[in-house]
């Protein structure tokens, strides 16, 4: 592999090392680093392109998000949370959350950030999901300032 990469048009390229964009543009010290390793007879791994949607297949869809602050062993919900129902403190780093519309079965995932280690626990339902959070060290209960959520799953065939 090549410290570089091309992307489709020539207005970045990609620098493999930490997936870096770096954009065609002469005062830009990475597009310089990338000429000079050029000069230098380095050679840039080719485009590739990403891999053509095969039938049948959908995107996943929004079911669910929310912001949720905890304070003083309590959440809240804040703002307008989507299709979020009730949300329960149910110990240290044990969060409930429970859907207003069920969903057709509890075959969803969930993308969740926090000032914590968070994950959608095991048990997950048609009507609701919990969320752990931990530090980030040691793996202990940890009750966050926030977290936020999104919960998605496969569309429903008509």
Do not use: C
């Not at 570089?4 to 997936?19: N, P």
């Not at 095969?54 to 307008?80: C, D, E, Y």
Request: no cysteine; hydrophobic share 40%.
């Amino acid at each position: 592999m090549a410290e570089y990469r091309l992307t489709e048009t020539d207005q970045m390229v990609i620098r493999t090392a930490d997936g870096a964009y770096i954009p065609n543009d002469d005062g830009n010290r990475d597009w310089q680093a990338y000429q000079q390793w050029l000069a230098d007879g380095g050679v840039p791994d080719p485009y590739v392109p990403p891999p053509e949607p095969q039938p049948g297949m959908v995107a996943p869809v929004i079911v669910a998000s929310a912001h949720a602050t905890i304070k003083s062993s309590a959440i809240s919900l804040a703002g307008q949370p989507f299709n979020i129902a009730t949300a329960t403190y149910t110990g240290k780093g044990v969060f409930a959350f429970t859907f207003i519309n069920a969903l057709p079965d509890a075959n969803y995932t969930a993308m969740i950030t926090s000032d914590s280690v968070a994950e959608l626990a095991d048990g997950r339902t048609a009507a609701g999901f919990t969320i752990n959070t931990y530090t980030g060290g040691g793996g202990a209960a940890h009750d966050p300032k926030s977290i936020d959520f999104q919960i998605f799953r496969a569309p429903t065939p008509m």
